[in-house]
């Protein structure tokens, strides 16, 4: 079976999809032809479940090797060392993968990293944050060089300094010096070995998270019809108009969406605020027991100077992070974060369409 993608354009000749479900059935080449053939399906109009039932290949698999095989292109468009490109084309997908959120060059010189010392997937997703915020740092720390491993090092150093407890301070002191690069680096963190000055760091600012309690919060979006007189074609043509759960929002033909909000004083002085919808569990510093409720993420695009009590959403790589900057990043600042609101929780949804119910 010869399937043509939707988008001609962008596949150029068709794909024989048969054969591309056949080798992934069969398991043959490696992980990075599986993250092709995986991708190359989807762009051909297969869902990830049909992928599943013809091959095996998980969806949240298929979305890894995805993933992982973009990553490792784009470090070898960075260029590696042959060693590296030779290791991760036939394992380490998990690894690469968490890589996701860096630079191409940061994904290019990490990977070398984690190769170099060994280190499981656990271990990457550990150091990736670490390497990624200090990536927004305008100049490197004294001692520090740009490496990854002195990235990781200094993340392990200044929280070694905040401890006051000698044995947590020394595993925080032996965790830098097994990452450091940079033989400057490895004499700011011995000189802790001797320094037990505790040094208190500021601590993150809370989320403004507010949940949605009531009805009269939830106001509801109408179409506009126009102003009288109208024909009956003008009614006719006002698109059906139903709003999505949680939040209401409305999408019309195009791309885009209305979302209603209630008038609060701080979306009142926003200047030019947008809606983002991101899960609970997907923004920094929240519980770690956090679920994966939908929220929505109301930035003031008008408000782009840094300061360290707020949230932002920042420019990275050419996509977007929602981040705590402890100090003024080098990343362009897009907005910040003035409200995260939460779904309103209904317990039994039939209750408030019963009109008896409400009279009472």
Same mark, same amino acid.
């Not at 963190?189 to 919060?217: G, H, N, Q």
């Not at 609970?280 to 679920?291: K, R």
């Given at each position: 079976?010869?399937?043509? *993608? ?111 010392? =060994? ?128 939040? =209401? ?93 939460? *779904? ?17």
């Amino acid at each position: 079976m010869t399937m043509v *993608p939707p988008n001609a354009s962008d596949a150029g000749d068709a794909v024989d999809t048969q054969a591309l479900l056949t080798r992934l059935r069969r398991k043959e080449g490696d992980w990075v032809e599986w993250g092709q053939a995986c991708q190359t399906l989807q762009k051909s109009g297969f869902n990830p479940q049909k992928i599943f039932e013809e091959t095996g290949f998980e969806p949240i698999q298929q979305n890894q090797i995805i993933v992982a095989m973009q990553v490792f292109q784009s470090m070898l468009a960075v260029g590696v060392e042959e060693s590296v490109k030779a290791h991760f084309q036939h394992q380490g997908s998990d690894s690469l993968y968490e890589l996701r959120i860096l630079s191409q060059t940061d994904r290019a010189r990490t990977a070398e990293f984690v190769l170099k010392h =060994g280190l499981d997937s656990d271990e990457v997703r550990d150091i990736v944050k670490p390497i990624k915020e200090y990536s927004y740092r305008k100049e490197n720390p004294e001692g520090f060089s740009d490496h990854p491993g002195d990235a990781v090092a200094f993340h392990f150093w200044n929280l070694a300094r905040q401890k006051s407890d000698l044995q947590a301070r020394s595993r925080l002191i032996a965790q830098g010096l097994r990452y450091v690069y940079s033989s400057s680096a490895r004499q700011q963190i011995e000189k802790l070995l001797m320094d037990f000055s505790v040094v208190k760091s500021r601590p993150a600012p809370k989320l403004p998270i507010y949940r949605l309690e009531s009805e009269t919060e939830l106001p509801r979006i109408l179409p506009v019809v126009g102003e009288l007189p109208l024909t009956v074609d003008d009614i006719k043509a006002v698109p059906l108009a139903i709003p999505e759960e949680p939040f =209401g929002m409305m999408k019309f033909s195009g791309t885009g969406a209305w979302v209603p909000i209630p008038g609060w004083q701080v979306i009142l002085q926003a200047e030019d605020p947008i809606a983002l919808i991101a899960k609970l569990d997907q923004l920094p510093n929240v519980s770690t027991d956090a679920s994966a409720e939908s929220v929505l993420l109301i930035v003031d695009r008008a408000q782009r100077e840094w300061k360290p009590d707020s949230y932002f959403v920042a420019e990275q790589a050419d996509q977007i992070v929602i981040d705590w900057f402890e100090e003024k990043p080098s990343a362009s600042l897009m907005g910040r974060v003035i409200l995260v609101i939460r *779904p309103k929780k209904i317990l039994d949804e039939d209750y408030t369409r019963e009109l008896w119910q409400i009279d009472e």
